[in-house]
C-alpha cells in the first residue's frame, strides 16, 4: 500500500470513530399544547373530578349585554326563554335562542325611592303552575305575575313589620317558598332607618301562605338552593367580612345544625358569595370571587367557570344541562355534561 493511501484510510478510520462517538444533536422541544378556547372567559380546573362536569372543550358564550346589573336568572320552559332582573335598571327581560334578549316587565317599580338602593326585582323563580314568582326590592315583597300580567303580593311582611327586601327564592318538591331577607336593597343596609326587622331572615312560606322564620342569624344571607334530596338548604352570604357559604339540615320542624360548608374569606377577587343551584349530583355552582364555583356536596372545590364578567346568579336551562350566568351588564351560558332541576311544571 502507498504511503498516501494508508494515510487516506487512517483519515477515513478517524473520521468514524469520531463521528460515532459524536453527542446526539438535541431534539426540538416538544409543541406546547395550545391553551384551551373557553371562549367568553376562562375555566379552572382544580380537581379531576370537574372534568365530568364541565367537557374539557366546553366554550363560555356572551349572549346579550348593555344593562346595569344583571340577576336573578330563571328558565321558563314553556316559552322556552329566560328570565332574569337588571337589578340596578329597573326590568325583567327576556331572553331566547331565536329572538334574542328584549324587554319583559318594564318598569318594575314605580313608588318614591327615597331611601333605596336599587328598586327592580332580584330572584326570580317560577311556581308550580308556570307563574313567575319575583323578590322585588322596591316593593319590599314577593309576587306572582298572573297571566294578565297583574301581580298578586305572596308576602310582604313578618309579624306585623315590613320585609327588609326580599333577595333570592327557591321552591321545594311539596310547594314551599324558600326564600332570604337581607335588606340589600335598603340605603345603608343594616342601618337603613326604613328597616322595621333587627335581623336579616331566611325564611320559607307554606303553600297556604303561612310565613315561617327559619334562621335570623346569618349577618347577610342571599342566594339559596336544596341539595337533591332536600335534606340540606343551602345559602349564601354576601358579607364581605364573612364570604361563607351556609350549609342547614333541613325538615318540616326547621332548619338545625348551621354549620360553614365552605369559606373564601382568603380569596381577593371581585366577587362576594352570591346567588347558586345544585345539580342533580348535588354539587353546587355557586356565584363568587372571580366566578362560579362549582363544589362538590364534601366540601371539595372543583374548580371555576369565569365569564369574561364576575357573575351575580346562575340558573339551569334548555334541557337542564346549560348554565346561564348573569354577570354584571351581561348574559353568558356555558353547556355542561351534569344538570339541573328547572323549576315550574
Given at each position: 500500500m502507498t504511503r498516501l493511501a494508508t494515510a487516506f484510510c487512517l483519515a477515513a478510520i478517524t473520521c468514524f470513530v469520531a463521528a460515532c462517538g459524536a453527542p446526539e444533536p438535541a431534539a426540538d422541544p416538544p409543541a406546547e399544547a395550545p391553551a384551551p378556547d373557553n371562549g367568553a372567559g376562562t375555566i379552572l380546573r382544580v380537581d379531576?373530578?370537574?372534568?365530568?362536569?364541565?367537557?374539557?372543550?366546553?366554550?363560555?358564550?356572551?349572549?346579550?349585554?348593555?344593562?346595569?346589573?344583571?340577576?336573578?336568572?330563571?328558565?321558563?320552559?314553556?316559552?322556552?326563554?329566560?328570565?332574569?332582573?337588571?337589578?340596578?335598571?329597573?326590568?325583567?327581560?327576556?331572553?331566547?335562542?331565536?329572538?334574542?334578549?328584549?324587554?319583559f316587565i318594564e318598569p318594575v317599580f314605580e313608588g318614591d325611592r327615597t331611601g333605596l338602593r336599587s328598586v327592580s326585582s332580584n330572584g326570580l323563580t317560577i311556581d308550580a303552575e308556570g307563574r313567575l314568582v319575583m323578590c322585588e326590592h322596591g316593593n319590599r315583597l314577593i309576587s306572582r305575575v298572573e297571566a294578565d300580567g297583574t301581580r298578586t303580593t305572596l308576602v310582604d311582611s313578618y309579624e306585623g313589620r315590613r320585609l327588609n327586601s326580599p333577595n333570592d327564592a327557591a321552591y321545594s318538591s311539596d310547594g314551599w317558598l324558600y326564600f332570604t331577607d337581607p335588606g340589600s336593597a335598603l340605603e345603608g343596609r343594616d342601618?337603613?332607618?326604613?328597616?322595621?326587622?333587627?335581623?336579616?331572615?331566611?325564611?320559607?312560606?307554606?303553600?297556604?301562605?303561612?310565613?315561617?322564620?327559619?334562621?335570623r342569624d346569618q349577618s347577610r344571607p342571599n342566594g339559596i338552593a336544596?341539595?337533591?334530596?332536600?335534606?340540606?338548604?343551602?345559602?349564601?352570604?354576601?358579607?364581605?367580612?364573612?364570604?361563607?357559604?351556609?350549609?342547614?339540615?333541613?325538615?318540616?320542624?326547621?332548619?338545625?345544625?348551621?354549620?360553614?360548608?365552605?369559606?373564601?374569606?382568603?380569596?381577593?377577587?371581585?366577587?362576594?358569595?352570591?346567588?347558586l343551584k345544585v345539580d342533580n349530583a348535588g354539587n353546587l355552582f355557586a356565584t363568587g370571587p372571580g366566578g362560579v364555583w362549582v363544589i362538590a356536596p364534601d366540601g371539595t372545590h372543583l374548580g371555576t367557570i369565569m365569564p369574561d364578567e364576575v357573575p351575580a346568579n346562575v340558573a339551569w336551562g334548555d334541557d337542564g344541562s346549560t348554565l346561564y350566568?348573569?354577570?354584571?351588564?351581561?348574559?353568558?351560558?356555558?353547556?355542561?355534561?351534569?344538570e339541573g332541576t328547572i323549576p315550574g311544571p
Open positions: 379531576p373530578r370537574f372534568d365530568a362536569l364541565v367537557p374539557a372543550d366546553s366554550r363560555i358564550e356572551k349572549l346579550a349585554d348593555g344593562y346595569v346589573f344583571t340577576e336573578g336568572p330563571v328558565w321558563d320552559r314553556a316559552e322556552s326563554r329566560l328570565l332574569f332582573s337588571d337589578v340596578r335598571g329597573n326590568g325583567v327581560y327576556q331572553w331566547s335562542e331565536a329572538d334574542g334578549a328584549s324587554p342601618e337603613s332607618p326604613l328597616r322595621e326587622h333587627d335581623f336579616n331572615g331566611i325564611y320559607r312560606l307554606s303553600p297556604d301562605g303561612e310565613l315561617e322564620l327559619l334562621y336544596l341539595s337533591p334530596d332536600e335534606a340540606v338548604l343551602y345559602v349564601a352570604n354576601s358579607d364581605p367580612e364573612q364570604k361563607v357559604w351556609m350549609a342547614y339540615d333541613l325538615s318540616e320542624e326547621g332548619v338545625s345544625n348551621p354549620r360553614v360548608f365552605f369559606d373564601v374569606n382568603d380569596q381577593t377577587a371581585e366577587g362576594a358569595a352570591d346567588g350566568m348573569t354577570a354584571r351588564t351581561g348574559l353568558y351560558r356555558i353547556r355542561l355534561t351534569t
